[in-house]
């Protein structure tokens, strides 16, 4: 155990050669074998250069603009270099843009739908219509705004709603749509065009979620890639997010949230006089927010610059072919959805390929993947992020894909005890209770191994496949729970 505040301070190359050592339990970062959460442009001095301009702006503040003039700068530069790539500023359809650094992705959501519902302050019951296909984060914007959400199907060939679906979940208490370009589980553009002159024949908002590969495609579009139209040149989208820490790898959190025009962002702000302090006023939902990752994806933007972009671009779209290349030729599997852009998304044809078999085969030879759970009428999958840094390992993929399947298929099936498969698909979720989930966590070997052994997570994944969705985020409430304790 390590105290973060011991009696006497500790020399500090002696922190950091902890923080070293305990960073060797992490997935790789860097590599082109994490297929999930980190976005590796695989740029010789990049990270040098955002961690320096990082720590020159690290305690800039955030809360007073007029105090920070190089922050403010910097944002707004940020905010017009998105605009630009998502088809908006002086020339085009959309002018007037104009937009606000938030921290990830999750908080543009949530900025979206605060902004859509404090539009109408005569609706009493908001609510919001997405595909369910839709970031989970519309559904934790809906739940901390008290917004209604409403899941449109989507079909599970194309995993695009039907726009006509669409149509028919808007009532007249719907603040906003939303949809995909592209979807985080399948890499899928929704049909924007559709869906923003619905919502515009409706007089409803309509907001594009373009967090997560939102940045790669009109770059992926001028490499010959074939992307259909999602951004500010739709006549009824209304508002844009992208991550810059995804496409534009920037290091982590930096998104942009843009609207149509200022009129449309003003329900954005907060403000607040009433008290014996300063006036709060804020753009986000954060106050206090340091200029460190601002600076940084400033850095890295300049430093990459536009052809910078296309070549990252290039090379993600080669990834992306040869990976599905490689799942095509393996017996047994296949793309669950087209790898137009930057997801590979795999599911199996063969009843004794478990596809979470395959997943723990794949991180024991080091490529770490992320398994999907099935839903509704759509099969498990694993999902592969795709970024630059992939291309020169999409060779050993190939190989390790093909060994991981044969040692899977030999293995065979996760087959539970017929207790806990009843329990999965039974207990009710209040009855859950701590000391359960702790019994589970210690069978599976989640709590109380050696540092940096991956686990096996093929039953866990089983147990959670069984689970209804309200007892799976009981249970991994309870283990996230378990694990976010303090150690004395």
Same mark, same amino acid.
């Given at each position: 155990?390590?105290?973060?505040?011991?009696?006497?301070?500790?020399?500090?190359?002696?922190?950091?050669?902890?923080?070293?050592?305990?960073?060797?339990?992490?997935?790789?970062?860097?590599? *082109?074998?994490?297929?999930?959460?980190?976005?590796?442009?695989?740029?010789?001095?990049? =990270?040098?250069?955002?961690?320096?301009?990082?720590?020159?702006?690290?305690?800039?503040? /955030?809360?007073?603009?007029?105090?920070?003039?190089?922050?403010?700068?910097?944002?707004?530069?940020?905010?017009? $270099?998105? +605009?630009?790539?998502?088809? $908006? %500023?002086?020339?085009?359809?959309?002018?007037?843009?104009? *937009?606000?650094?938030?921290?990830? /992705?999750?908080?543009?959501?949530?900025?979206?739908?605060?902004?859509?519902?404090?539009?109408?302050?005569?609706?009493? +019951?908001?609510?919001?219509?997405?595909?369910?296909?839709?970031?989970?984060?519309?559904?934790?914007?809906?739940?901390?705004?008290?917004? $209604?959400?409403?899941?449109?199907?989507?079909?599970?060939?194309?995993?695009?709603? =039907? #726009?006509?679906?669409?149509?028919?979940?808007?009532?007249?208490?719907?603040?906003?749509?939303?949809?995909?370009?592209?979807?985080?589980?399948? %890499?899928?553009? =929704?049909?924007?065009?559709?869906?923003? @002159?619905? +919502? @515009?024949?409706? /007089?409803?908002?309509?907001?594009? =979620?373009?967090?997560? %590969?939102?940045? @790669?495609?009109?770059?992926?579009?001028?490499? %010959?890639?074939?992307? #259909?139209?999602?951004?500010? *040149?739709?006549?009824?989208?209304?508002?844009?997010?992208?991550?810059?820490?995804?496409? @534009?790898?920037?290091?982590?959190?930096?998104?942009?949230?843009?609207?149509?025009?200022?009129?449309?962002?003003?329900?954005?702000?907060?403000?607040?006089?009433?008290?014996?302090?300063?006036?709060?006023?804020?753009?986000?939902?954060?106050?206090?927010?340091?200029? *460190?990752?601002?600076?940084?994806?400033?850095?890295?933007?300049?430093?990459?610059?536009?052809?910078?972009y296309l070549e990252l671009a290039r090379q993600t779209r080669d990834a992306v072919a040869g990976l599905a290349k490689a799942v095509s030729g393996v017996d047994g599997l296949r793309l669950l959805a087209p790898a137009d852009y930057t997801v590979v998304c795999l599911a199996a044809d063969d009843p004794g390929l478990d596809l979470f078999v395959l997943a723990d085969e794949l991180a024991a030879r080091g490529?770490?993947?992320?398994?999907?759970?099935?839903?509704?009428?759509? #099969?498990?999958?694993?999902?592969?992020?795709?970024?630059?840094?992939v291309l020169p390992q999409v060779p050993e993929f190939g190989q390790a894909l093909a060994e991981a399947v044969f040692a899977a298929r030999t293995q065979g099936p996760v087959e539970l005890p017929a207790e806990l498969l009843a329990l999965a698909s039974s207990l009710p979720p209040e009855q859950l209770t701590p000391e359960l989930v702790a019994a589970l966590a210690q069978q599976f070997g989640l709590v109380?191994?050696?540092?940096?052994?991956?686990?096996?997570?093929?039953?866990?994944?089983?147990?959670?496949?069984?689970?209804? #969705?309200?007892?799976?985020?009981?249970?991994?409430?309870?283990?996230?729970?378990?694990?976010?304790?303090?150690?004395?």
């Amino acid at each position: 155990m390590i105290d973060a505040l011991p009696t006497q301070g500790v020399p500090a190359e002696q922190v950091l050669a902890e923080l070293r050592g305990m960073r060797q339990a992490d997935l790789p970062t860097h590599g *082109g074998r994490l297929f999930a959460y980190v976005y590796d442009p695989a740029r010789a001095g990049l =990270d040098e250069l955002a961690m320096s301009a990082y720590a020159l702006s690290a305690h800039v503040n /955030g809360l007073d603009p007029t105090a920070f003039p190089s922050l403010l700068a910097t944002e707004n530069a940020l905010v017009a $270099a998105a +605009a630009r790539v998502l088809g $908006a %500023g002086p020339g085009t359809a959309a002018p007037d843009v104009v *937009g606000s650094v938030t921290s990830g /992705g999750t908080e543009s959501l949530i900025l979206a739908v605060k902004t859509a519902r404090d539009a109408h302050p005569e609706i009493t +019951a908001p609510r919001l219509v997405v595909p369910s296909t839709a970031h989970a984060a519309f559904a934790k914007a809906a739940h901390y705004l008290g917004v $209604a959400l409403d899941l449109v199907p989507v079909d599970p060939e194309t995993f695009t709603p =039907d #726009p006509a679906a669409i149509a028919a979940a808007i009532t007249q208490d719907t603040v906003l749509v939303a949809c995909s370009a592209p979807s985080y589980a399948h %890499g899928v553009v =929704d049909p924007v065009e559709q869906i923003a @002159a619905i +919502a @515009a024949e409706r /007089g409803v908002r309509c907001h594009v =979620d373009a967090c997560f %590969g939102g940045w @790669a495609l009109p770059f992926l579009r001028r490499v %010959g890639v074939s992307v #259909p139209a999602f951004d500010f *040149g739709v006549r009824g989208v209304t508002s844009v997010s992208v991550d810059l820490h995804k496409y @534009a790898y920037t290091p982590k959190g930096v998104s942009v949230l843009l609207h149509r025009d200022a009129a449309l962002r003003r329900p954005q702000y907060f403000a607040f006089a009433d008290w014996p302090g300063y006036t709060m006023i804020n753009p986000v939902i954060s106050s206090t927010r340091s200029g *460190g990752p601002i600076a940084a994806a400033f850095a890295t933007l300049r430093h990459l610059g536009d052809e910078g972009y296309l070549e990252l671009a290039r090379q993600t779209r080669d990834a992306v072919a040869g990976l599905a290349k490689a799942v095509s030729g393996v017996d047994g599997l296949r793309l669950l959805a087209p790898a137009d852009y930057t997801v590979v998304c795999l599911a199996a044809d063969d009843p004794g390929l478990d596809l979470f078999v395959l997943a723990d085969e794949l991180a024991a030879r080091g490529w770490h993947t992320q398994p999907q759970l099935p839903y509704a009428d759509l #099969p498990a999958s694993i999902h592969l992020t795709v970024t630059a840094s992939v291309l020169p390992q999409v060779p050993e993929f190939g190989q390790a894909l093909a060994e991981a399947v044969f040692a899977a298929r030999t293995q065979g099936p996760v087959e539970l005890p017929a207790e806990l498969l009843a329990l999965a698909s039974s207990l009710p979720p209040e009855q859950l209770t701590p000391e359960l989930v702790a019994a589970l966590a210690q069978q599976f070997g989640l709590v109380g191994g050696e540092p940096g052994a991956a686990p096996r997570l093929a039953v866990v994944n089983a147990v959670l496949a069984a689970a209804s #969705p309200r007892l799976r985020e009981a249970l991994l409430i309870e283990f996230v729970s378990l694990l976010q304790r303090p150690t004395w």
